[in-house]
C-alpha cells in the first residue's frame, strides 16, 4: 500500500504526540474545535494489534488509530506497520458503496501509519454489548447490508474485470496480517502448534477428536484452497462481533485493516461464526433468541441486498464482465436462478468459515470473551464443547447442514 | 509488466533491424554464429498479434517475436505493446518447471517488446501438422505435464501465499488480452455483435437456438464468474493446438502472451476444446481415432502428473498453504480424496471451457482453420453443426457429461 516517504519518520505517538499531530491538521483541529491543550486524549487500545486513542474538544471528537511495529498485545511478535495503509484503502474502497454503516476516513499519515477516523461516542461494541444482555434489533440486518453492498461493488459482478483487479491487486499484498488468518483461523487449530490452547483437561478429547476425523480435515482443505483461490470481492476479512460498533439506530463497522481479495463467504462466516458462540455462551433464553433471530437476520438480508443491486446492476445495464448483462437482461428467470445459486454456494462457504471461526477461537491462539461470562469452569467447558460439536458436524457432515435455515434449527437444538 | 525505460525507443524492426538488433547482443550473435550479413532473416508472423521472424546464421537459429501496436491482422485495432513483456515473464515462470516442454527464453528487450526464443526448426505447428494428417503420439501427453506442471507449481497448493500472490500479482495486470478472452471468447458469441461470423445461412438456426437456451446462458454466466474470479494457478491463457510446436519426440508450448491467474481447467479445456474441433473437422477415420486417443491421453497425464506432484510436495513437506501439509501428511487416504475431488472440479470447468472454445471458434471473432479441409461447404457446415450441438449439451446438461470419459464417448459417437 502506500510507502513511508521516510522510514525514519515513524514514531509511536503517545498522547501528547496525538495532540500535537492533531493540532498541525487544520480540518481535524477544527472539527475538536478549541485549543489543543482543552483536548482530552484517552486510549481505548482494545483489538490485538494497535494503539487506538479518542480525542474530544469542544466541538467534537476523533478517533487516532496507529500501527504499532509488533503486535500490541505481545511486543516480542515483530509486524510490519502497513496495516493501518490497508485500513485506510479498505474505507476507501467501500465507503462510497455502504455510507454510514462504516466510519469515514478523515486523514492517514503514510510515515506515522496513523489513521483518524469519526467518533463513535454513543456506540458500543457489540461484542461487549451482547455479553452485557444488550440488544440491537437492527444491527445484523445493517451487517447483512454492509456486507452486501462491500462485496457486490467491489467484485466483477458489479465492474468490468479491469477495474476489479486494479481494486483488489493492492489488498492481494496484504501478507502480513492474511498470513496471521492462513495461520491462526485456517491451519494451527488443526494440528499440534505451540499457539494453540484451550480449557485442559475439560476439553482435550474433543479436540482429539475433531483433530483425528478425516472428514474435518479434508473439509478445513477445502476451506484453505476456497480463501487463497476464490477470489470473489474485496473482503473486512476480520468481521466478528468486535468489529461491529452499535447504538440504537446505527451500526458501523469498524476495522478493515485485514481487508483481501476473497470469497464471499469469508465475511458472512466470521460474523455468523461470533453470533453462534455467543448464542452457546449467552446465560439467559432471551440472549439466545436474540442470537438465533441475529444469524437469521443477517443473512435474509444480505441475500436480500446482494439479490437486488444485482438485479438493479443489470437492468441498468451497468453490470460486470461475470454473468455479463448481454446474456441475462431479457431473461428475469435465468437471472434469478443464477442469482440463487451464487448465493446457494456464499451460503456453504459462509456455514463452513463459521465452524473453523468457532475452532479457533475455543482451541487455537486468540479467544473470545463472551465464554467468560460463565465463572463456573465446568459450566463453560460444557457450553465450548457444545459449539465444538456444532462446528464439527458443520464441517464432517456438510450435506446434512446444507443452508442458515438448517444451520439455526440445530445450533437451536443444541444451544438449549 | 517491465515497462520501457523510454517510450520513444520503440519501433517495428524490419528484417535489417532485427539483423542490427542481433548483431548488438554478443550471446545472440554467436548462437547465430558467422557475421550478420550472412544471417538469413524470414518471417513467419502466423498468429493473430505479432510480428514473428526466424533468423538463421551458419552456427545455429533464433526466433524473433516483437509486440505491434495493433492487432496485427488489423491495424485499426490499437493495442498497447507489453504482451511480449507478459510472454518474457511467463517464461521465466514456468520454465525451471516444465524445462523443454517450452522454449528458452533467450532475451528480451523492455524498449523494443521484442523477444528472442529459441528457433525449433525440427518442429510443426501442431494444427498444421494435425491439419495434413500428420501424427504425434507422444504430444497430448505432454501437453498435459506440461500443464500440470505449469499449474501445480504456480499455486497455493505448492507455494507458500505469499509466494504465490507475489508471482501472480503482475499476470492480473495482463488486461489487454484478457478483455479479448473475456469478450471473444466468454460474451460476445451469446449475443449479437459485429464481430461474430459464421457459415450463414447455414448455422443460422443453430446459433439462434444455443443463445435462446437459458441452461446455455446460465453456464455461459457462471464460466465467466469461473475465469474472473477462481485464481487457481497462472496459466498460459491461450493453450489451443496452434499454441504448440512438435516434433517426433519432441513438443513445446508456446505463445504465453496470454497468461493469467485463473482456473486450472481453462488451459485444459482450450486444448481439449481444439482437439474436439480437429475430431470433427478431419475427414479421415485415423484422424479421428488420434484425435479422441490425444484428448484421452492429454488428460491421463496432466491429471497423473498433477496428482503425482501433489503427493511428492505434501511427503516432503514442501506444499502450500491450501491443503497445508500437517493435515494430510499422515492420512494418505484423505489426500488421495481432496486431490480426487480437486481434479474432479478441474474437469467439469475442463469441459464447460471446451465448449466455450468450439463455439466461438466457429461462430465468433477468431476461427480456426481445421474445418478448411473440408471444402465442400455442406459437408464443411455439417462438422461444424455437429461440433456445435456437442458443445450446446455439453454446457446446458453437463449432469449428463460429468467427465472426460463420458465426453470421449459421446464425442465419438457424434463425430462418426
Not at 483487479?165 to 501478507?175: E, K
Not at 476456497?226 to 477470489?231: A, E, I, K, S, Y
Not at 476473497?262 to 453470533?275: A, R, S
Given at each position: 500500500m502506500t510507502r513511508p516517504t521516510s522510514p525514519t519518520a515513524y514514531r509511536t505517538?503517545?498522547?501528547?504526540?496525538?495532540?500535537?499531530?492533531?493540532?498541525?491538521?487544520?480540518a481535524l483541529a477544527a472539527r475538536l474545535g478549541g485549543r489543543p491543550d482543552e483536548w482530552r486524549v484517552r486510549e481505548v487500545s482494545d483489538g490485538n494489534l494497535n494503539n487506538v486513542f479518542l480525542i474530544h474538544g469542544p466541538a467534537?471528537?476523533?478517533?487516532?488509530?496507529?500501527?504499532?511495529?509488533?503486535?500490541?498485545?505481545?511486543?516480542?511478535?515483530?509486524?510490519?506497520?502497513?496495516?493501518?495503509a490497508f485500513e485506510a484503502a479498505y474505507l476507501r474502497a467501500v465507503r462510497p458503496h455502504v455510507g454510514a454503516l462504516t466510519t469515514e476516513l478523515l486523514?492517514?499519515?503514510?510515515?506515522?501509519?496513523?489513521?483518524?477516523?469519526?467518533?463513535?461516542?454513543?456506540?458500543?461494541?457489540?461484542?461487549?454489548?451482547?455479553?452485557?444482555?444488550?440488544?440491537?434489533?437492527?444491527?445484523?440486518?445493517?451487517?447483512?447490508?454492509?456486507?452486501?453492498?462491500?462485496?457486490?461493488?467491489?467484485s466483477p459482478l458489479a465492474l468490468k474485470f479491469e477495474d476489479a483487479?486494479?481494486?483488489?491487486?493492492?489488498?492481494?499484498?496484504?501478507?502480513?496480517?492474511?498470513?496471521?488468518?492462513?495461520?491462526?483461523?485456517?491451519?494451527?487449530?488443526?494440528?499440534?502448534?505451540?499457539?494453540?490452547?484451550?480449557?485442559?483437561?475439560?476439553?482435550?478429547?474433543?479436540?482429539?477428536?475433531?483433530?483425528?476425523?478425516p472428514n474435518v480435515r479434508r473439509r478445513v482443505g477445502q476451506m484453505q484452497a476456497r480463501f487463497l483461490t476464490c477470489q470473489q470481492a474485496?473482503?473486512?476479512?476480520?468481521?466478528?462481533?468486535?468489529?461491529?460498533?452499535?447504538?440504537?439506530?446505527?451500526?458501523?463497522?469498524?476495522?478493515?485493516?485485514?481487508?483481501?481479495?476473497?470469497?464471499?463467504?469469508?465475511?458472512?462466516?466470521?460474523?455468523?461464526?461470533?453470533?453462534?458462540?455467543?448464542?452457546?455462551?449467552?446465560?439467559?433464553?432471551?440472549?439466545?433468541?436474540?442470537?438465533?433471530?441475529?444469524?437469521?437476520?443477517?443473512?435474509?438480508?444480505?441475500?436480500?441486498d446482494?439479490?437486488?443491486?444485482?438485479?438493479?446492476?443489470?437492468?441498468?445495464?451497468?453490470?460486470?464482465?461475470?454473468?455479463?448483462?448481454?446474456?441475462?437482461?431479457?431473461?428475469?428467470?435465468?437471472?434469478?436462478?443464477?442469482?440463487?445459486?451464487?448465493?446457494d454456494e456464499v451460503e456453504t462457504d459462509t456455514i463452513a468459515f463459521a465452524a473453523l471461526e468457532i475452532i479457533r477461537r475455543i482451541t487455537g491462539y486468540a479467544h473470545i470473551a463472551d465464554f467468560d461470562v460463565i465463572t463456573d469452569r465446568a459450566a463453560r467447558a460444557a457450553r465450548q464443547q457444545a459449539a465444538l460439536h456444532l462446528a464439527r458436524d458443520l464441517l464432517a457432515e456438510p450435506a446434512r447442514i446444507p443452508t442458515i435455515a438448517a444451520l439455526l434449527a440445530l445450533a437451536a437444538d443444541r444451544a438449549g
Amino acid at each position: 500500500m502506500t510507502r513511508p516517504t521516510s522510514p525514519t519518520a515513524y514514531r509511536t505517538l503517545d498522547p501528547a504526540g496525538i495532540r500535537a499531530f492533531l493540532a498541525a491538521q487544520p480540518a481535524l483541529a477544527a472539527r475538536l474545535g478549541g485549543r489543543p491543550d482543552e483536548w482530552r486524549v484517552r486510549e481505548v487500545s482494545d483489538g490485538n494489534l494497535n494503539n487506538v486513542f479518542l480525542i474530544h474538544g469542544p466541538a467534537g471528537g476523533v478517533c487516532f488509530k496507529q500501527s504499532l511495529p509488533h503486535v500490541r498485545v505481545d511486543p516480542d511478535w515483530k509486524m510490519p506497520l502497513d496495516r493501518t495503509a490497508f485500513e485506510a484503502a479498505y474505507l476507501r474502497a467501500v465507503r462510497p458503496h455502504v455510507g454510514a454503516l462504516t466510519t469515514e476516513l478523515l486523514h492517514f499519515d503514510p510515515d506515522l501509519f496513523a489513521l483518524v477516523i469519526e467518533c463513535l461516542d454513543a456506540h458500543v461494541v457489540l461484542r461487549q454489548g451482547l455479553m452485557q444482555g444488550g440488544d440491537w434489533p437492527e444491527a445484523a440486518a445493517a451487517i447483512g447490508r454492509f456486507v452486501a453492498r462491500a462485496t457486490f461493488r467491489t467484485s466483477p459482478l458489479a465492474l468490468k474485470f479491469e477495474d476489479a483487479s486494479t481494486l483488489l491487486a493492492p489488498f492481494a499484498r496484504n501478507h502480513t496480517l492474511t498470513r496471521i488468518t492462513v495461520d491462526l483461523v485456517l491451519t494451527d487449530p488443526y494440528h499440534a502448534h505451540p499457539r494453540n490452547h484451550w480449557l485442559s483437561p475439560e476439553l482435550d478429547t474433543t479436540v482429539a477428536a475433531f483433530r483425528a476425523d478425516p472428514n474435518v480435515r479434508r473439509r478445513v482443505g477445502q476451506m484453505q484452497a476456497r480463501f487463497l483461490t476464490c477470489q470473489q470481492a474485496l473482503l473486512h476479512g476480520d468481521l466478528h462481533t468486535g468489529s461491529v460498533m452499535v447504538a440504537a439506530h446505527d451500526t458501523r463497522v469498524i476495522d478493515g485493516e485485514f481487508a483481501l481479495p476473497g470469497p464471499i463467504g469469508f465475511d458472512c462466516g466470521l460474523f455468523v461464526g461470533n453470533l453462534l458462540m455467543h448464542l452457546f455462551a449467552t446465560p439467559t433464553p432471551q440472549g439466545r433468541t436474540r442470537a438465533l433471530r441475529d444469524i437469521g437476520q443477517f443473512w435474509t438480508h444480505f441475500r436480500q441486498d446482494f439479490t437486488t443491486q444485482w438485479t438493479d446492476a443489470v437492468a441498468r445495464d451497468q453490470a460486470g464482465d461475470a454473468y455479463a448483462a448481454p446474456l441475462f437482461r431479457d431473461d428475469p428467470a435465468s437471472l434469478h436462478q443464477v442469482q440463487a445459486r451464487f448465493l446457494d454456494e456464499v451460503e456453504t462457504d459462509t456455514i463452513a468459515f463459521a465452524a473453523l471461526e468457532i475452532i479457533r477461537r475455543i482451541t487455537g491462539y486468540a479467544h473470545i470473551a463472551d465464554f467468560d461470562v460463565i465463572t463456573d469452569r465446568a459450566a463453560r467447558a460444557a457450553r465450548q464443547q457444545a459449539a465444538l460439536h456444532l462446528a464439527r458436524d458443520l464441517l464432517a457432515e456438510p450435506a446434512r447442514i446444507p443452508t442458515i435455515a438448517a444451520l439455526l434449527a440445530l445450533a437451536a437444538d443444541r444451544a438449549g
